[in-house]
């Protein structure tokens, strides 16, 4: 059975950092992170291949966003550097198999529950 907590939301103003938390139980090939905006479709940000640790990111997130893992813990962290307003929006993570990097629909996904995170200016 595959479970994904994540954890580490809040309210932040521009310019700030947050750390989200992904704490699983099993994982497939992949663990990201996506992001999805007020009234927007999810949008996968940063992700890691869980075997080799292969890192991707989105064109948005490139530069800001961090993501790692600790085995040990079980747990897969997204670091978010210099946040924006758009930032905005709730953070799911999950582990999915394929193309690390290029989820797509019909990949076998199991996700959490996600965690908001909210700039402010």
């Known amino acids: 059975q595959v479970q994904l907590v994540e954890s580490g939301g809040g309210s932040v103003q521009a310019g700030g950092s947050l750390r989200l938390s992904c704490t699983y139980t099993?994982?497939?090939?992949?663990m990201g992170w996506f992001h999805q905006a007020p009234g927007e479709e999810r949008e996968e940000v940063a992700t890691?291949?869980?075997?080799?640790?292969?890192?991707y990111y989105s064109s948005s997130a490139r530069g800001r966003f961090t993501i790692s893992q600790d085995k040990a813990a079980r747990t897969v962290y997204l670091q978010i550097n210099s946040l924006k307003l758009e930032d905005t929006g709730m953070y799911y993570c999950?582990?999915?198999?394929?193309?690390?990097?290029?989820?797509?629909?019909?990949?076998?996904?199991?996700w959490g529950q996600g965690t908001q995170v909210t700039v402010s200016s």
């Open positions: 999950a582990t999915y198999s394929g193309s690390c990097g290029r989820w797509r629909g019909r990949d076998l996904t199991h």
């Open positions: 890691i291949n869980m075997r080799g640790g292969s890192q």
């Open positions: 099993n994982n497939l090939a992949c």
